[in-house]
């Protein structure tokens, strides 16, 4: 079963805007981690954000949010001010505390930002 | 610190041949893992290490698939007899167990393998 869902389209941003991406996760585990990482087309990943099934608030990173919900198991990424280098994929992960440290990625979402 | 670095960065090869990757984690990182990459996917995991430790595998690492970490810093990852099957981006992370908050993996750039 499917443990990370992103199934937003590609998306194109206009600079300087917002940008909301979703991701909804399926886990019985009681503690879990959840991350996003950024691949851009040099296809390196980059950490982004982290937010722990027990933490009371929404992590944040500069310019980075995650709106974390968990009753609705979701725990979507805002990008604010977007910048063209934040074209990229976009992927959402999940760490269960019984699997061993291993991250469970969704298949990302793609993002362009246009001037 | 110089990050995670793989080598080498593309491979090409024919099919039933051998291939090796190397990986270099973050020098302080105890936790190093091997996770594949396919065209419009996400990273799947392949298996990880604790220090020298193999501690899981995942099954998607045939009999084909070796991994090995010898003296706990770098680590392998052998195909053998490769099939086109096995083209794909293979992603190397490692991270510190220990370390408060999310024992956030960071990753490599990855070994490109294409099989012919």
């Known amino acids: 079963a499917q443990k990370i869902t992103q199934t937003q389209p590609g998306m194109f941003v206009q600079e300087k805007e917002a940008v909301t991406l979703d991701c909804t996760y399926d886990t019985s585990d009681p503690s879990y981690g959840l991350f996003w990482y950024k691949q851009p087309s040099s296809g390196e990943m980059i950490f982004l954000i982290y937010?722990?099934?027990?933490?009371?608030q929404n992590a944040t990173e500069g310019r980075y949010s995650l709106n974390f919900q968990k009753a609705r198991k979701s725990a979507n990424l805002v990008i604010s001010a977007s910048q063209l280098g934040d074209s990229a994929m976009y992927f959402c992960?999940?760490?269960?505390?019984?699997?061993?440290?291993?991250?469970?990625f969704g298949k990302g979402n793609q993002v362009v930002v246009i001037p | 610190d110089t990050g995670v670095s793989q080598n080498p960065r593309h491979k090409i090869t024919k099919r039933g041949q051998n291939v090796t990757f190397r990986c270099d984690p973050i020098?302080?990182?105890?936790?190093l893992y091997w996770y594949r990459q396919t065209l419009g996917q996400g990273p799947e995991f392949l298996t990880y290490?604790?220090?020298?430790?193999?501690?899981?595998k995942s099954r998607l690492l045939s009999d084909r698939f070796s991994a090995e970490r010898p003296k706990g810093s770098f680590s392998t990852l052998e195909i053998q007899r490769t099939e086109q099957g096995d083209s794909a981006m293979y992603l190397c992370?490692?991270?510190?167990?220990?370390?408060?908050?999310?024992?956030?993996?960071?990753f490599g750039p990855g070994t490109r393998l294409t099989v012919l």
């Open positions: 992370a490692s991270s510190l167990l220990g370390k408060r908050g999310g024992n956030e993996q960071f």
């Open positions: 937010q722990g099934s027990y933490d009371q």
């Open positions: 992960a999940m760490r269960e505390s019984r699997g061993n440290n291993r991250l469970a």
């Open positions: 290490f604790q220090n020298e430790a193999q501690l899981e």
């Open positions: 020098s302080e990182h105890n936790r």
